[in-house]
């Protein structure tokens, strides 16, 4: 069955502490792009990458880093030099070179 | 840089017709795409504009002037279900990344 999953759904952790979301497709698609929502706003994205081994900051990139070792995987971890972690994270993939962008569910992510 | 604009919230009601706008300013600009999300859902893609005109799909239908920098998504025939924000984005210049509005909430009541 084909598609993208992020997990998990919610996360909590405790200010100061590093932590990774999970991304993983099995698409083929070559890019994948991480996305943070905030209530009332749109997405902003954080990273992307178009080719396994490569990716580029977004708009928002202070505070996170990426890694894209495999293709299907482009976990998000979100450093304790983020101040205002506490949000909604949509990962996506696509085709290299197209405007197609297929969601994940999301990670809600609390950082108290 | 990019500018999205687009209604925080609106409310209409079942079986109503509602039409949200977008305006955009953008360089270069490719296309403009409306997604559906349900609150704590991930974004579904509902249509990809290009050239000038509406396009239907069933109840939904997606218009763009692209000289007046302008698009509206029409939903008719509205359910209780078309409860959801509604994301406006345009992609432009070299890259295949859209710049996402801010979302219209719409809210719809019986």
């Known amino acids: 069955d084909g598609g993208i999953t992020q997990s998990p759904k919610y996360l909590f952790r405790k200010e100061g502490q590093n932590v990774t979301l999970s991304c993983e497709q099995n698409l083929n698609h070559d890019a994948m792009y991480w996305y943070r929502q905030d209530p009332g706003q749109g997405l902003r994205l954080i990273y992307y990458?178009?080719?396994?081994?490569?990716?580029q900051k977004g708009d928002i990139a202070e505070g996170y880093s990426v890694s894209r070792e495999k293709k299907e995987s482009f976990p998000l971890t979100v450093t304790s030099a983020q101040k205002n972690p506490t949000a909604f994270y949509l990962c996506?993939?696509?085709?290299?070179?197209?405007?197609?962008?297929?969601f994940g569910p999301g990670t809600r992510l609390t950082v108290t | 840089g990019q500018n999205i604009d687009q209604p925080t919230e609106m409310t209409a009601t079942e079986g109503a017709i509602v039409q949200i706008n977008c305006t955009y300013q953008?360089?270069?600009?490719?296309?403009l795409f409306w997604y559906q999300q349900h609150a704590g859902e991930a974004p579904t893609f509902l249509s990809y504009?290009?050239?000038?005109g509406l396009e239907e799909k069933g109840r939904f239908s997606s218009f763009l002037s692209r000289s007046k920098g302008y698009s509206y998504l029409l939903l008719k025939e509205l359910q209780m279900k078309d409860s959801a924000s509604y994301l406006c984005?345009?992609?432009?210049?070299?890259?295949?990344?859209?710049?996402f509005g801010r979302g219209t909430s719409l809210i719809v009541h019986p």
């Open positions: 996506a993939t696509g085709p290299e070179n197209s405007y197609e962008q297929y």
């Open positions: 984005a345009a992609v432009s210049g070299g890259s295949y990344i859209p710049t």
């Open positions: 990458s178009q080719i396994v081994n490569d990716f």
């Open positions: 953008t360089s270069g600009f490719n296309g």
């Open positions: 504009n290009v050239l000038d």
